[in-house]
Structures are given as C-alpha cells and as structure tokens.
C-alpha cells in the first residue's frame, strides 16, 4: 500500500491536485518490529481521528486538559496499533486497561507509533 501511496505523491508532484488523487490518499497500515513485542502493524490517523484528538488537549478556553494529556499514550496506542488489514486492536473501552500496563514496557511502542508518525508527516510534506 505505501508504494500506492508513494506513487500517488510522485503523481502529485508532476500534476495538478485532483479531487481523485486527495481522495486516494487513504491510511495504510505499516508492520514495524518493536523491541520485547515483536512485529505490529500502526496505521496513520484519519483526518477526522486526528482532528478530535488535538480538539481534547484544549478546553474551551484553549488551556491544556489535564485528564486528556494523562491518557494521550493510551490513546495513540487505541488509536493507531492494528491488524495487518488496518483493523484496530483496541478500542476506548479498553482504555482503563491499557492505563494499568507498566508504562516503561509501553514505551518502546509509544516511541514506534511517535517515530512513525513523524515519518508519515514528513513524508506527507515531501520532505
């Protein structure tokens, strides 16, 4: 799937956007090896996902949510960590659970899911 992906941006590149090619660019997943797990599959966010997530670190008063930012790794891994057909693994009702896992044996696949996503962006921007 990313080579579709990679294909379309280089399309991109050489054309003008169309509503087609924006539409194509839909979330594929990646399997990555993560250290003491083994292989797992992390999928981009949607936009929608995305834009819910950033919207919860704020109050209405644009100050940081406290509760939000406690459970922001719990929820990168609810939302991102998926079977190899881009089905999640994880869902908010299993949120209270993955909050009581050791974080520091949760921290290899956090770093995996912030890599990947830096990765993504980056190639999103061309770069």
Do not use: W, Y
Not at 30 to 57: H, M, Y
Not at 96 to 115: F, N, T
Not at 119 to 127: A, I, N, S, T, V
């Amino acid at each position: 799937m990313r080579t579709v992906q990679k294909l379309n941006r280089e399309k991109l590149k050489m054309t003008s956007l169309t509503r087609e090619a924006l539409l194509a660019l839909k979330p594929a997943p990646k399997e990555i090896e993560v250290e003491g797990l083994g292989k797992v599959f992390i999928k981009p966010l949607t936009e929608l996902l995305r834009s819910r997530r950033l919207a919860e670190l704020f109050d209405e008063k644009g100050k940081s949510d406290k509760a939000t930012q406690e459970k922001r790794r719990a929820n990168m891994i609810i939302d991102q960590v998926c079977d190899k057909d881009g089905q999640s693994m994880f869902t908010q009702a299993d949120l209270k659970d993955i909050l009581e896992l050791d974080g520091a044996k949760l921290d290899e696949l956090v770093h995996a899911i912030l890599d990947f996503n830096t990765d993504d962006e980056k190639k999103d921007q061309g770069e």
